[in-house]
């Protein structure tokens, strides 16, 4: 029988064709199989190469074929790189190999040609790369077949690459540069998407803020990691078809179909799972791939899979990461549209007034001075706090986290013990589970104008009969004084001078009209450095709207210790020296506001501002049941005076004392920090001149401090809260986002740039019906057997699963 190939088939002398083939190196041919053939070889020139271009292209290597009888089980390929001759030897048949379906000699449908027609071709694995002679290098060692050992030591010489390398490389593919644009592509929109996106959303519920980051993210991410698969999966394509390769030359026979639907199927090749078994296979199973094994392919596959694995891991986490450069911050925003009723420490109990009635006779003796707290116990008082109303500065006390606990208290309990430190203590505040809110309830709050003395030479009355000092206030002070609050003179401030306010048997001084004089506020010689006479109005708070205070302030120093002050009048004794007189007239009113209440569980409450000028929260808001809004049973819903004057009277002259505290100890008529801030100036030495605006806030400040809190006892009132609702912002990490950005490029890049050819120069693969159907393989089905079209799938897998494939042998 006769073989075609690029030496002449001789028949021996038993009459079985023995096969011959001449590899053209050089100039000359030379024969390398069989080596001890029997039969006369002789030398044929190259045959004419068509005008068509060859539709192999030369320079991808060598690679080898089988050829035998027409033994059973054994494949012929035909290698030819040029058109057969048009007289060719007839003197044996052709026969076809086995295909995917069977064996030739058994196929019925693969027919025995008598000779091979002209001009075709019969192209195989092997030979579509063996190239013209001058472009191939050949090292010729003898051996018998493929897969022995005298067939794995022939040394081959891989060729250079057949399309141009950016890195001159006879190892590497030519990348795909159409993946690598659209990776950068990719990498430079995805980093302007996350950055313009992610550093734009406010406001935002934290719900939604989760959500558009995940969709920003997930999408960029997804598109990348798509990117970085599809570069990568080319290097474990290579990696899966060279084990095949080092499989079929080790006479191995190839890999199994099972193995292969293993990492092709089973195991996504974009995924690194199919890395990893292809590694621990490439470690523990096959035997074709040790080094040892396979001389003819030196380089290090196991690198490639490596790499592989590392990029398809860094694809699994490139959402994940985008999600930590894109920083979500949510905060508690108040929100002033849903609310509901609750209770709040915001009033005077019945039993707080009681106790305040027994302390009354105590804050009346002036001799004793008293306070209700201790100096270093009045660390523990809210501080004083100012907001503007109609042009007007609005002094109040700050709310106590105890007001907002259940079972809390003001310090207006008047037992010298409640509201002690819990102010302050953070283990008293609500559970770090509790939603902050915004509360609104009714307050008390003061506001204060102050006048200086008309004509002091005259209105201040020094050293009477009595030894107390006088300042006569005129009737059109006061009317000037409620006149700027827009307020009627009281009708106690109407009614015609009485000497009952002067002391012992005083009388006016001739030069005093008293028919001008609303009152006269007495004031002992007893060395201070500032009095302060109060007189209430308005029956103390009887009407319910809060309580009305006219407050006198006479300020008395020695003018030795004031150099720069400035004193409408003086008085000079041997005792005292040379003293400096002023007097300012005020009005203090304290009238109940609507203010919010930031309750946030970070701290303490914080006062946000005043809402309204109202004694209550009932029916007050403009969102929600206004008009049907009925108050809690048995809360109080308004917030009045009525009924609270002896808690008002303690209250007041525990401010007084508290100030009055503030005078010199071993000397008279001293300065001291309170009286300086009466002026302008500052320091020991710094009293300059009384100035009513200073006066009106240095007394509001003192009284919203020692004052207002004591008007807050027990008592519950109805107030509004506005639970906070949680809202978010973004913010982009510009230089890890550069960083990210960069590590993904380069990586595409390089997965790209460093993909590694197949042994023995065969051309790429990949895992495509195509690629599979120029596989070769045994243990198939016939295709004239219609059977196994019927079988289930697990069925298939175990009756071919075991069919070995081969690429290249």
Known sequence: MSHWAYGRVETTDDGDAEPSREYLSGDSPQTVWPPQSTSTLRPLPMPPRPAAADPFPPGRGLSFYRSSSHNPGHSIDFSTTSSIPDTPDTSGAVEHGPSAYGDANSDPEAPLLQSPPPNIEYPTASSRHISQASQMTYVQEEYERPGSSEFDNTKLVDPPP??????????????AYDLLFTHALYCFGGFVVVYLGGANLHGLPIFWARAVVSMLCGGVGYLLSISLLFIIRRSLEAAIWATVVHESMQGNKGVTLRDLSQLTYKLDPRYSWAGWLLLYRR??????VKRQNRQYDTRYWSIYILGFIMVALMTEILTFTLERIVV????EMHQFHKWTQTSVIGDLSPADDSRAAANR???QNAALSWTLKSVAASLDLPQAITFPWNNDPIYFSEALASQLLPNGTGFGTFDNSAGLGMGANPENLASDKTTGAVLKWPRWGLRTKCTSLPDPQTNIVMAAPSSFDYAYVPRSVMSSLFGAFSLPVPQELNQPFSPSTLMGNDVPPAAIDTN??????????????????????????ADGSGWVQVETVMVRLNTSLTPIGVFPAHRNTPQTGNLGYDVAVCIEIVEPYVLSVSNDTSGTPRTMGIMSKMNTVLGNETTGAKGDEKPLAGLTSVLNSMGKADAWIAAHANSRNVMLKDNGRD?????????VSFTSGSGPSGYTQLD????????????ASNLLPYLVGSGLILAHEFPNTSTAWTEVHLEFLVLFTAVVLVAGILAGVFVPTLPLGLPRRDLSPVTLATLRADGLPWRTDPGWEDEELVELDERFGGAK?????
């Not at 470690?283 to 074709?288: I, L, S």
Request: hydrophobic share 40%; proline share 10%; glycine share 8%.
């Open 283 to 288: 470690m523990r199973k096959y035997t074709g």
């Open 692 to 703: 009513p605006a200073y006066v009106a806030s240095t007394l509001g400040e003192a009284d």
């Open 328 to 331: 979500i911050n949510t905060a």
């Open 516 to 541: 001008n004089i609303a009152f006269a506020a007495p004031f002992a010689t007893d060395g201070v450095g500032f009095s302060i006479s109060s007189m209430p109005l308005l029956n103390t708070g």
């Open 361 to 363: 006779v105590t804050f």
């Open 805 to 809: 494939l081969r690429l290249g042998v």
């Open 667 to 675: 000397a008279k008529y001293v300065p001291s920090p309170t009286v």
């Open 162 to 175: 057949r399309r141009a390398h950016p890195i001159p490389s006879r190892r590497h593919e030519r990348p």
